[in-house]
């Protein structure tokens, strides 16, 4: 509405002009012609009309065509479903001493992991990395090497019950002595033993080199030892024993073919040897992913 009344601003000024013109012509005439009598004619007097003052509008550009809107296409937002997430950063790996050296750090993780119990007293002190690659390697192919087992022996012999014609029964009190072992193997939790084995991979790695193994990793023959210990039988029956020697063993020709890993599973109990496959079984599945 501003904007129209500015442009006629100047219509007003002119009407007002030529109103105040003819107001002055009808004022002289009332004033001059009273009389119908004849009088001397006086000169006319001659009232100059103001002329308007005009001011022409302001010249008005006209407006540019403006073009048209195009249509903006509904972009979809993207599916955030089939965008990846990002991985975390995964921290670097911790120098490592050299396996000669590497005890200590050894013994240190161990007793951190087992804080509060009697369990890192069960490993042995010495080249813990190395023995532990060569009892890994010897179970893979079935042999069982106890000078080479991370772990010290049991301190309690086996017991068994006596029976006819130099026939033996294992007694069932003798799988308590595996009890600490299975312990051992069974309290701490599935991801703490692979940041384990992820922590100390080169140094496995270069113990595996140092027995002959350049073409491939330790942990393929970890795998390996993991699926013989898993195809051992569980036998719940009471096991038969013989003592053609010094040493006791199965009566049951299958039993007694079985590799020395196998048999030492089935020397620990069903019980014990279950919880020992449960979590070979959750550390295989880790591995191969």
Do not use: W
Request: glycine fraction near 4%; charged fraction near 20%; avoid cysteine.
């Amino acid at each position: 509405m501003s904007e129209a009344i500015n442009k006629n601003s100047s219509t007003p000024l002119v009407l007002v002009g030529a109103g105040i013109a003819i107001l002055a012509v009808g004022v002289g005439y009332l004033a001059f012609s009273g009389d119908e009598q004849e009088k001397p004619q006086p000169a006319p007097v001659v009232v100059e009309t103001p002329k308007p003052t005009y001011t022409p509008p302001p010249v008005v550009q006209p407006a540019k065509p403006v073009a048209p809107i195009e249509p903006v296409a509904e972009v979809s937002p993207p599916d955030t479903a089939d965008i990846p997430e990002p991985e975390p950063a995964k921290p670097p790996k911790p120098e490592l001493p050299d396996l000669n050296m590497s005890d200590n750090l050894v013994q240190t993780d161990l007793s951190q992991v087992y804080s509060g119990t009697q369990a890192s007293n069960l490993f042995v002190n010495q080249d813990l990395i190395r023995k532990f690659v060569v009892f890994v390697d010897n179970a893979a192919n079935g042999d069982l090497m106890q000078s080479h087992a991370p772990v010290s022996a049991p301190s309690d012999n086996i017991k068994v019950v006596a029976g006819e014609d130099n026939t033996y029964t294992l007694d069932a009190s003798s799988f308590k002595r595996y009890d600490p072992y299975v312990s051992l193997f069974s309290m701490i939790s599935t991801d703490t033993l692979l940041d384990m084995m992820n922590k100390y991979q080169p140094l496995l790695d270069e113990a595996y080199q140092e027995i002959g193994y350049t073409d491939q990793g330790f942990v393929n023959k970890l795998i390996d030892a993991i699926d013989v210990a898993l195809a051992t039988p569980v036998i719940e029956k009471e096991i038969k024993l013989v003592a053609p020697s010094a040493m006791y063993k199965f009566a049951d020709p299958e039993l007694e073919s079985l590799s020395g890993i196998q048999k030492l599973l089935i020397r620990m109990g069903p019980k014990n040897q279950l919880k020992v496959q449960a979590r070979l079984e959750q550390i295989r599945s880790e591995l191969i992913k």
